[in-house]
């Protein structure tokens, strides 16, 4: 029978930290839990990298805990129908809303702007972690956007902000509901805080873009910083052929440009004509070495006879981003973009692909985790019944933009085990400790009677011979139950022993933003 996590209060370690073991029959660690564990979903990426099938020995398992030790409710969100905008606090996956400055922790928060028609209809505002909690620091009164505003910094203590600002006047619409939809013209800045007087009003930095993009307030932005170079770069989607991009180097300049985007399916059959916008990206920057991973959609796979319109399309079938695609350039400053390159897809079996994380570790490798969600089970019942809904946790190493090493580290569902990997984009994270040991922060659901109750949040820990641990189950309060976010060295964030998670959650029946922290340590051995 299953073992229940540790959640009792343990005197002594901060914030009440509760250590978390993983669900399982017989031992907390080794062979014998990944046995049992293998009875219900599928460890694919427990073997070695280079095509192995032999588990890992005991000696070779890296053992772990992880310990809570805080969790607590950052701000209060509007309801989806206070703004209905299309966006959210979470909607730019890719891109942070938290940061750490040392001791200091910051959220960029989205508020809803009351009485204002949408689409911009929303505001940033910033919060600090203080001695007695989150206090807001300063919400935008002047300006008004659509979608959540990322925050990045530099270990030399920057903190910085993209904002997107409308440039439409606001429409009255005291009933939001009956409200006429305006949309159009935003301006892309960088809004700099004084994080010692984090109130202050922010200095306004404004990119010097080639002529005048047509920007708009569906800006599908992506932000990254690198921590220790002091450096920032934004992407910024316009129209359907292209991102613009712009570089702030260390010295206050600017260099901006382009990147478009991969070619499409056939026009006369795809979601914006000739180009696959690349969207909900991660961006990371380090030493001027850029990535972009972004995933695009997709109406027509392998199966699909496009004359048959009732098997495609977003109407019917939802969410169809298909295709993980990446590129790269070794010099943002001196050299363009590579070629696309295609990470992953699911042409296949019509599912959906969406990227969670990705980290350029100091050997120059580029870790990307990522999901895989199958096809939409109503399509398939009417359609492809021979398709199998399964669910992956899949992994892969890039090197140079290319993709070296893929695998899929966890699967589950109808032949694959009654407990999956859950999510989509944003739903399975990384922590890097100042070791460089890598995590991933996942979700994981049962499906049956029997393993419901192992449904909640877990982590793997990645041993130095680039094999995985069995999941161990991090014994929150509240796991978490979809989108959340990192202090991601992404955004510029130095690697901490202890992980800060924002998190999306409904408490009472209303939206919130959680922060959890979260300590992995060593294992205690039973003797």
């Not at 095509?51 to 398992?61: N, V």
């Not at 505001?123 to 956007?145: H, I, M, P, S």
């Not at 925050?151 to 509901?177: F, Q």
Request: with cysteine; net charge neutral; hydrophobic share 40%.
């Amino acid at each position: 029978m299953a073992v229940e996590a540790h959640s009792q209060t343990c005197p002594g370690m901060p914030g009440g930290a509760r250590p978390g073991k993983i669900l399982f029959t017989g031992a907390t660690h080794g062979p014998a839990n990944r046995s049992a564990l293998a009875g219900l979903i599928m460890l694919s990426g427990a073997f070695a990298l280079q095509g192995g099938s032999a588990p890992m020995t005991e000696s070779q398992t890296p053992e772990f805990e992880a310990i809570v030790e805080i969790e607590e409710t950052v701000c209060r969100l509007p309801d989806y129908k206070a703004t209905s905008n299309g966006s959210g606090m979470f909607w730019g996956s890719g891109s942070p809303q938290i940061a750490r400055l040392g001791d200091r922790l910051f959220v960029s928060a989205f508020e809803a702007v009351p009485e204002v028609a949408p689409l911009n209809n929303a505001r940033w505002a910033l919060y600090e972690r203080g001695t007695d909690g989150w206090r807001v620091c300063q919400r935008d009164l002047k300006d008004r956007t659509r979608e959540p505003c990322p925050l990045g910094v530099s270990w030399a203590g920057r903190l910085i902000m993209s904002a997107n600002p409308t440039l439409l006047p606001p429409v009255a619409a005291p009933d939001i509901s009956q409200a006429r939809v305006t949309s159009g013209a935003s301006r892309p800045e960088f809004l700099e805080f004084d994080p010692e007087r984090p109130g202050r009003e922010p200095r306004r930095l404004m990119p010097k873009w080639n002529g005048t993009p047509a920007f708009t307030d569906h800006s599908y932005r992506a932000f990254a910083a690198d921590g220790n170079g002091g450096e920032f770069i934004l992407f910024n989607k316009v129209g359907v052929t292209h991102a613009e991009w712009a570089f702030l180097d260390r010295d206050g300049k600017w260099l901006t440009g382009q990147l478009a985007w991969p070619k499409a399916e056939d026009p006369k059959y795809s979601v914006y004509g000739e180009f696959a916008s690349v969207v909900y990206a991660d961006a990371i920057l380090s030493s001027r070495q850029v990535y972009y991973i972004g995933q695009s959609p997709y109406n027509i796979w392998n199966r699909i006879d496009p004359l048959k319109t009732e098997t495609w399309g977003r109407e019917r079938w939802g969410w169809r981003m298909r295709k993980l695609h990446c590129a790269w350039t070794p010099d943002i400053a001196s050299k363009p973009f590579s070629g696309w390159t295609v990470l992953d897809d699911a042409m296949e079996d019509g599912g959906t692909v969406g990227v969670g994380d990705a980290w350029l570790a100091p050997d120059g490798r580029v870790h990307v985790v990522w999901n895989k969600e199958p096809i939409n089970p109503k399509l398939r019942d009417l359609h492809f019944p021979d398709i199998k809904r399964n669910w992956h946790l899949c992994y892969g190493i890039l090197k140079n933009g290319q993709l070296v090493e893929k695998r899929t580290l966890l699967s589950g569902g109808e032949t694959a085990g009654p407990l999956h990997p859950a999510g989509y984009l944003g739903q399975a994270r990384f922590h890097i400790t100042p070791d460089r040991t890598l995590y991933i922060i996942c979700r994981l659901e049962g499906t049956t009677p029997a393993t419901r109750e192992l449904t909640g949040t877990y982590a793997l820990r990645m041993a130095s011979n680039g094999q995985f641990s069995a999941p161990v189950r991090i014994p929150l309060a509240r796991p978490i139950p979809g989108a959340f976010f990192t202090a991601s060295p992404r955004a510029g964030n130095a690697p901490t022993e202890a992980v800060d998670l924002l998190i999306a959650d409904n408490i009472e029946g209303a939206p919130a933003a959680r922060y959890a922290r979260v300590r992995f340590v060593r294992a205690a051995r039973a003797d």
